[in-house]
């Protein structure tokens, strides 16, 4: 059975109207728990319950309750010679049944109004809920499309700060790589100012030295076949300090490098200066760490594989006497 039968016997049960089978169908049914009838069954016995406040009160003619109590009066105990009894008429079930039916009558008008109403309530209530549904959709597409749209931005914001951040490191790195070179070339415009101060220094004292009274001009002469050199050694015995210049010695290789000695009659010779050529064979060396009681009568070069060397291991190149 449907569940629109079901309401129909309700309205039916909540007025007694049903009996036999159909009452113990829907008592069986109504236990198993279907609460739409429970609210059928209690709206339609509260539309009853208020029914009869509805109805107005008819009040009886004017005068008959006074000629009532007349008669009542006038024959207090005393019936009437030859009255009978007149037995009371019994009650007819005819006003019952038709009170019965006006009130199912208004009961069922009720019921329909209600019905009317609460259908009404209902297609308002889902319209309120199709249109509460079309805005979740519709914020919910605008909720997707604003995720997407951070969602973009967001990509494109990390892609731009990754390129940031990769030129500004390349950026960084060519910096302190400019900053390493500059730092380098200070050192070295620094160690270049030193070393000219220092020979500017040199320059001058050989200067003075040069052109002090005293100084001896000692010429080389060439002691190794094939090689087209000459030499010549400024030397002040009193100062014990002097100068050679020499042009035409071949350039040397790897850790060689070129020996001027001092000898002093048949004492050892004494090293007082290290050098080497440009490519054109000239060379400029002080004479230095001359001992201060050494006469010297021969200067002398070799080519020593390393510098450092006391005593000469080398072929001899040049020689002259002082």
Same mark, same amino acid.
């Given at each position: 059975?449907?569940?629109?039968?079901? +309401?129909?016997?309700?309205?039916?049960?909540?007025?007694?109207?049903?009996?036999? !089978?159909?009452?113990?169908?829907?008592?069986?049914?109504?236990?198993?728990?279907?609460? +739409?009838?429970?609210?059928?069954?209690?709206?339609?016995?509260?539309?009853?319950?208020?029914?009869?406040?509805?109805?107005?009160?008819?009040? $009886?003619?004017?005068?008959?309750?006074?000629?009532?109590?007349?008669?009542?009066?006038?024959? $207090?105990?005393?019936?009437?010679?030859?009255?009978?009894?007149?037995?009371?008429?019994?009650?007819?079930?005819?006003?019952?049944?038709?009170?019965?039916?006006?009130?199912?009558?208004?009961?069922?008008?009720?019921?329909?109004?209600?019905?009317?109403?609460?259908?009404?309530?209902l297609n308002d209530v889902g319209m309120q809920l199709k249109e509460a549904k079309q805005?979740?959709?519709?914020?919910?597409?605008?909720?997707?499309?604003?995720?997407?749209?951070?969602?973009? &931005?967001?990509?494109?914001?990390?892609?731009?700060?990754?390129?940031?951040?990769?030129?500004?490191?390349?950026?960084?790195?060519?910096?302190?790589?400019?900053?390493?070179?500059?730092?380098?070339?200070?050192?070295?415009?620094?160690?270049?100012?030193e070393e000219m101060k220092s020979g500017w220094a040199e320059k001058n004292n050989m200067?003075?030295?040069?052109?002090?009274?005293?100084?001896?001009?000692?010429?080389?002469?060439?002691?190794?076949?094939?090689?087209?050199?000459?030499?010549?050694?400024?030397?002040?015995?009193?100062?014990?300090?002097?100068?050679?210049?020499?042009?035409?010695?071949?350039?040397?290789?790897?850790?060689?490098?070129?020996?001027?000695?001092?000898?002093?009659?048949?004492?050892?010779? &004494? $090293?007082?200066?290290?050098?080497?050529?440009?490519?054109?064979?000239?060379?400029?060396?002080?004479?230095?760490?001359? $001992?201060?009681?050494?006469?010297?009568?021969?200067?002398?070069?070799?080519?020593?594989?390393?510098?450092?060397? !006391?005593?000469?291991?080398?072929?001899?190149?040049?020689a002259g006497s002082a």
């Amino acid at each position: 059975m449907d569940q629109e039968k079901w +309401l129909e016997l309700a309205e039916l049960y909540a007025i007694d109207a049903l009996d036999g !089978q159909e009452l113990k169908d829907f008592e069986v049914h109504l236990a198993a728990g279907d609460n +739409l009838c429970k609210e059928r069954i209690q709206e339609v016995r509260e539309s009853l319950s208020v029914l009869p406040q509805s109805l107005s009160l008819i009040a $009886p003619p004017v005068g008959l309750e006074t000629k009532v109590m007349a008669q009542i009066e006038a024959h $207090p105990n005393v019936a009437p010679q030859g009255a009978f009894e007149i037995a009371p008429p019994k009650p007819s079930l005819g006003w019952v049944f038709g009170l019965g039916f006006g009130v199912l009558a208004l009961a069922a008008g009720a019921v329909f109004i209600l019905n009317q109403n609460n259908e009404q309530k209902l297609n308002d209530v889902g319209m309120q809920l199709k249109e509460a549904k079309q805005q979740v959709v519709t914020l919910q597409d605008e909720l997707q499309q604003a995720k997407s749209a951070n969602q973009e &931005v967001k990509s494109e914001f990390e892609a731009q700060l990754k390129q940031f951040r990769e030129a500004s490191k390349s950026e960084l790195l060519t910096l302190q790589q400019s900053l390493k070179d500059m730092d380098a070339q200070k050192i070295k415009m620094q160690k270049m100012e030193e070393e000219m101060k220092s020979g500017w220094a040199e320059k001058n004292n050989m200067m003075k030295v040069l052109s002090s009274p005293g100084v001896k001009k000692v010429s080389m002469d060439v002691l190794m076949e094939g090689v087209d050199a000459k030499a010549q050694v400024y030397w002040h015995p009193g100062m014990k300090q002097g100068m050679m210049m020499s042009t035409g010695l071949p350039e040397v290789e790897g850790t060689e490098i070129y020996e001027l000695w001092a000898i002093a009659g048949e004492n050892a010779p &004494v $090293p007082v200066g290290s050098f080497t050529v440009d490519k054109d064979g000239m060379a400029y060396v002080n004479v230095e760490n001359v $001992p201060s009681d050494m006469i010297i009568d021969t200067f002398a070069v070799t080519l020593e594989p390393t510098s450092g060397l !006391q005593a000469p291991s080398g072929p001899m190149y040049l020689a002259g006497s002082a």
